[in-house]
């Protein structure tokens, strides 16, 4: 009888140590599946800040750069519309410019070409842009690219009639581009400067 017990208590011990073992080795796999968890967590965290940081660097060359030079009359005046960006493709615009503690990023001109007459553009240029944000404290970045399109439209102002009572003039605009379809009237001077200009209505002139 005392040694039926024995050997029982034998097989409850050895049963037991083997569900601690086993609980051990679930323990073990949970802490090791969740320092992996934590550590892709980090990284998608990281790789996003470094888009977000890029996409930054691309906003801010939109506004400081191709708005600001095309919008400012002297940078880009009418008889010369595009001069300021034509031959900047490589140009950098900015570089490892730092954003917070840990990111910086780059931007840089990759290409500057002429779509033709895109609608509503009667001249136009096509600029792209690439950003890279870095997250620097493990390296981890991210590159987007964007297209900015700048140019004239058509004016309706002149859909019907123009008239210059002392002193007008088309400037700039490519062949075709500036079209009065209705009547054009000069009493003074009236010019067309390094460009084309069509009129559908009746011209009409009267000297000083």
Known sequence: MDAHLKNQNGSALLVTLSILVLLSFIG????????????????????????????AGIERAIVEYVNANFMDENTAPMVNLFGWIENQAGTVLYDSVSMGSDCNYTVQIISVSDPGIAAPFIACRDIVLRAIGEYAARSENAAIEATVRVGIMPSGVFDYAYFINHFGWFAGFPSGGAVANGNVRANGHFDVLSGYFTCNGNPAYNPF
């Open 28 to 55: 073990i796999s949970a802490v090791v599946t969740s320092d992996i968890d934590m550590s892709i967590s980090g990284s998608e965290k990281r790789s996003k800040q470094a888009f977000y940081v890029a996409e």
